[in-house]
């Protein structure tokens, strides 16, 4: 009997209880959990099936600004037992489909979109608030890119001043989750500061916080203690609108920093980086200026492998065989701005290494600017720096550097590849060009290179070797001239660039018992070899005697991936004693041909050398040419044999 009155008295509560009531009960609650005084113009009725909730109709969350909050429709759950004795307390309310546009001025203050719960007294319950396929939209002023955060579902609960909110969404087509706990709302409404907890898990990373945060004449401010890891620092920055400098790299990292959140910047200090294998620490400040990011730090570390970055720009194409066509990317240049310094115990680059190396990188004004100061480099020294200028139509490059008394051999094998010099030696390096690809810029390029060494040597031929061999036996052939080494007392190179073309005004290779002279040019556009040279043996000094015991004049021709060395053939039958008269016949009857071909020419007859005993001239006809002809004495009679 009791049940049944029960029933009956819920099933007429919709009809005892007024609307006005049902409309202020509302109202409260949405105040309470949202921030903002809602407009209700649509009807609201109490369903009681399949559990007791509001409907209600046509309801707006309008907080009075442009960017006010907009619902599709909202349903509010409500307590069962208070509904048995005529009082209506929400449970839980839920928006479906909201709609939230946040909308920040470029220096971060907050111009409207985020309502800030007032507080309500402490013996006010604020219902659960409950968020269905919501839409966040980030804009900034001055900035096109629109963040979005779609497919938000959230549970926001509240406990006094207290909120706890909990969801997932998707962030640049990427799931994500997280939570963030505010100690004291009302603080924050007030300008005061608020214990905060954030957690954000996201496919490529996840990141934590916490610490105290104020909102300051609208204006975000904090600082805290921050951790960050996960597979990829590229995706993770790209989610939030910012790119990285290189299209290599970025990959899996970890951070740990005290960071510190002002109107104009944020700050990392006691920074702790792990980013592609490396660890560094110091700490950096990133401040927003416009669409430009602007990044200043200092880092060091014990070591460090950044040939994962080498790749940067590819020199050659896919081939290898020739420069790169594909237009160098400068757009990064007019969006980042950077001053960073980096030191590093041991620096590796690919197959280069670099000790004790204290690196300046700066990007200003679409310029990047690299230096590196007094490195260990190989034994000797290294002191540098590149321009990379972008500001014109056509980007422009500069590079000089100084490699002092370093190990060439395994210095220049490094950076070139090239293993054959043995020893220490001084590198100069002064180079301008510019050009959209790498092709151009090898196209226009142009400077100075100098080399120098003491005490070295030359590896994968034994010139004196084979100098002797073809002093003795000049035809014998060449045969495989590679294999051994080459001692050498001084070593002296001059290069002028201009144009793509390095002319080779004079490479000497000296030692008291060999000279090697080497000239020429090679194209460095096309990549070819187009040098000529000559080898001298020499002999100790003796009276009466030439010091240069052979000459040997050579040719290096061919593509810088193949090139051939080709003595001169014509010098080693020369210097052999019994080919020497037969080269000479050669000569002779080649020279003697010559005359022969001229005469016929000029007169119509053939030389005397080819007359006939007997001669018979007949007169010229008329078209023979109006010249008189060379008339023949009579041979003489020749001795009987």
């Known amino acids: 009997m009791a049940a049944i ?57 309008d907080d009075g600004s442009k960017n006010g909050p907009a619902v599709g429709a909202l349903q509010a759950s409500l307590q069962f037992w208070p509904l048995l004795f005529g009082e ?50 980030l804009r900034v002023q001055g900035r096109e890119r629109v963040e979005i955060i779609s497919n938000l579902q959230a549970s926001l609960n509240w406990a006094g001043a207290a909120l706890t909110a909990t969801g997932s969404f998707m962030l640049a087509n990427k799931n994500a989750n997280g939570s963030i706990v505010i100690a004291d709302t009302a603080a924050l409404a007030k300008g005061q500061r608020s214990a905060v907890r954030l957690r954000l898990e996201t496919e490529p990373g996840r990141i934590t916080f916490e610490g105290g945060v104020a909102m300051r004449d609208a204006v975000l401010q904090g600082d805290g203690a ?43 200090t006691s920074l702790s980086l792990e980013l592609d294998g490396n660890r560094a620490e110091g700490g950096f400040t990133w401040k927003r200026d416009g669409n430009r990011s602007i990044l200043q730090g200092t880092l060091a570390s014990e070591t460090a492998d950044l040939s994962i970055y ?29 001053d960073l310094r980096f030191s590093c115990g041991k620096l590796t680059i690919g197959k280069i290494e670099i000790g004790k190396a204290a690196l300046a990188l700066a990007i200003k004004n679409n310029q990047l600017i690299a230096t590196i100061g007094d490195a260990q480099f190989y034994g000797g020294t290294l002191r540098g720096n590149a321009i990379w200028n972008a500001a014109g139509n056509v980007p422009e490059l500069r590079l000089d550097a100084a490699f002092t008394n370093f190990d060439l051999e395994r210095g220049l094998g490094g950076m070139t590849g090239f293993t054959r010099l043995e020893g220490s030696g001084t590198l100069t390096v002064a180079v301008a060009s510019h050009g959209m690809t790498v092709q151009e810029i090898a196209s226009a390029l142009a400077g100075k290179v100098r080399l120098t060494m003491l005490q070295g040597a030359l590896n994968g031929i034994n010139a ?46 000296e030692s008291k018992i060999l000279k090697i002279k080497l000239m020429g040019e090679t194209s460095i556009a096309r990549r070819e070899f187009d040098l000529r040279g000559v080898a001298s043996l020499i002999r ?11 000459d040997l004049p050579f040719l290096i021709q061919g ?10 053939p014509e010098a080693l039958i020369r210097h052999s004693g019994a080919a020497a008269p037969l080269l000479d016949a050669v000569r002779g009857r080649a020279a003697r041909e010559a005359m022969r071909n001229v005469i016929e020419t000029v007169t119509g007859l053939r030389s005397i050398g080819e007359l006939p005993a007997n001669p018979t ?18 041979p003489s009679p020749q001795p009987a044999q």
């Open 5 to 61: 009155v029960a029933a009956a008295a819920l099933f007429s509560l919709p009809y005892l209880l007024s609307e006005a009531s049902i409309r202020a009960e509302v109202s409260r609650s949405i105040q309470a959990a949202t921030g903002v005084v809602p407009r209700i113009d649509g009807p609201a009725r109490i369903a009681l099936l399949p559990r007791p909730a509001i409907q209600l109709a046509e309801v707006y969350l």
């Open 617 to 634: 001239f007949e007169p010229p006809s008329a078209n023979a040419p109006a010249i008189a002809p060379i008339s023949a004495p009579a």
């Open 464 to 509: 004196e070797a084979v100098m002797r061999r073809l002093e003795r036996r000049p035809l014998s052939g060449t045969g495989d001239l590679r294999g051994g080494r080459t001692p050498f007392d001084q070593l002296t190179g001059n290069v002028d660039i201009e144009n793509g073309v390095a002319n080779l005004s004079d490479l000497d290779i």
């Open 310 to 338: 080498r790749n940067i720009v590819s020199l050659l194409s896919r081939g290898g065989h020739e420069w790169n066509r594909t237009p160098i990317e400068t757009g990064v240049l007019r969006s980042v701005e950077l």
């Open 559 to 568: 593509s810088w991936d193949n090139p051939y060395l080709l003595p001169d």
């Open 88 to 137: 209506i307390k929400i449970a839980t309310l839920t928006l479906e489909r909201p709609r939230l546009s946040i909308e920040l001025s470029p220096e971060g203050k907050l111009i409207g979109g985020l309502p800030v719960n007032q507080a309500m007294p402490a013996d006010e319950e604020v219902p659960e608030l409950r968020i269905v396929d919501g839409t966040i939209l």
């Open 226 to 268: 921050l951790s960050a890891d996960g597979r990829s620092l590229r995706d993770t920055l790209a989610m939030f609108g910012v790119g990285t400098p290189s299209p290599a790299g970025f990959g899996r990292y970890s951070l740990k920093s005290l960071i510190a959140l002002t109107p104009i910047a944020l700050s990392f």
């Open 540 to 550: 100790a000094a003796q009276a009466n005697t030439p010091q240069v015991a052979f």
